[in-house]
């Protein structure tokens, strides 16, 4: 009676793996209709967020002194918010840690609510233009 179990056990095994080896996935063909404007828009799109240290947007100081103050309060930052990217910036003679890049004065007030939380003395600014020499 086992052996009769185990050749049948054997036997539909050995059927089964000659069904996958015959077996193919199914390929098709997807085509995608739509406006050539769609991807003048994500062109347009990816240029204006390319665009992240322009002079014309807002950004958090939330920390200006020393250097290793700066980076300390950089990594705090990114530790307790990842929403918004920050970074340590050198303006003579202190070194500053900025926070974001916000299109318009509304978003920059919204995000300094939260930021303000865990930096009391954080305000926001448009950094100063850049004079090509």
């Known amino acids: 009676m086992k052996l009769l179990k185990l050749r049948n056990t054997g036997l539909i095994l050995a059927v089964l793996l000659a069904f996958t080896s015959v077996c193919n996935a199914q390929q098709g063909e997807a085509i995608v209709n739509q406006d050539n404007e769609i991807t003048r828009l994500l062109e347009l799109k990816k ?64 995000a300094l609510l939260r930021v303000k939380r865990k930096f009391p003395n954080a305000f926001i600014f448009k950094p100063k233009k850049k004079k090509d020499n």
């Open 47 to 110: 240029d204006i967020n390319s665009d992240e240290n322009s002079s014309s947007r807002y950004k958090i100081q939330i920390y200006s002194g020393r250097r290793a103050s700066a980076e300390k309060a950089d990594s705090d930052f990114r530790h307790s918010n990842g929403q918004w990217s920050s970074k340590v910036v050198y303006e003579t003679p202190n070194y500053k840690t900025w926070v974001g890049s916000f299109r318009s004065r509304l978003e920059a007030d919204r």
